[in-house]
């Protein structure tokens, strides 16, 4: 059974920076696109950034959330089963449940395409 576990939340000030990180159990984590997604308070659950291995090699594929392009940075460590989002420069409106998610195959950006999910971490960004 797959499972999901974010950590790294927390209340920051605009400017700052917060690191997520996302710890997968029960999955054959490389073979896994894996997507951050974030719910602010009163609105739908969107896309901010998704990685996954590209072929056989040791690259990457990523994408972001026009939102968050050049702010927000994915990364995953296939060796720990975690994914991370570094997040710079925050915004007041970045403030939003942070949601960490898997799914078997290509890179994804509609939370129906995600089949697992983690509980969710707390970002709050203070003006």
């Known amino acids: 059974q797959v499972q999901l576990a974010e950590s790294g939340g927390g209340l920051v000030q605009a400017g700052g920076s917060l690191t997520l990180s996302c710890a997968a159990s029960g999955v054959t984590f490389s073979s896994y696109a894996m997507g951050w997604f974030r719910q602010p308070p009163g609105k739908e659950r969107e896309f901010v950034a998704g990685?996954?291995?590209?072929?056989?090699?040791?690259?990457?594929?990523?994408n972001y959330a026009d939102s968050v392009k050049g702010r927000f940075t994915i990364s995953r460590d296939n060796a720990k089963n975690t994914v991370y989002l570094q997040m710079n420069s925050l915004k007041p409106e970045d403030t939003a449940v942070y949601y960490c998610?898997?799914?078997?195959?290509?890179?994804?950006?509609?939370?129906?395409?995600?089949?697992?999910w983690g509980q969710g971490t707390q970002v709050t960004v203070s003006s």
């Open positions: 990685i996954r291995r590209s072929g056989g090699t040791t690259s990457f594929y990523t």
């Open positions: 998610a898997a799914r078997w195959g290509p890179l994804g950006e509609y939370p129906s395409q995600f089949p697992y």
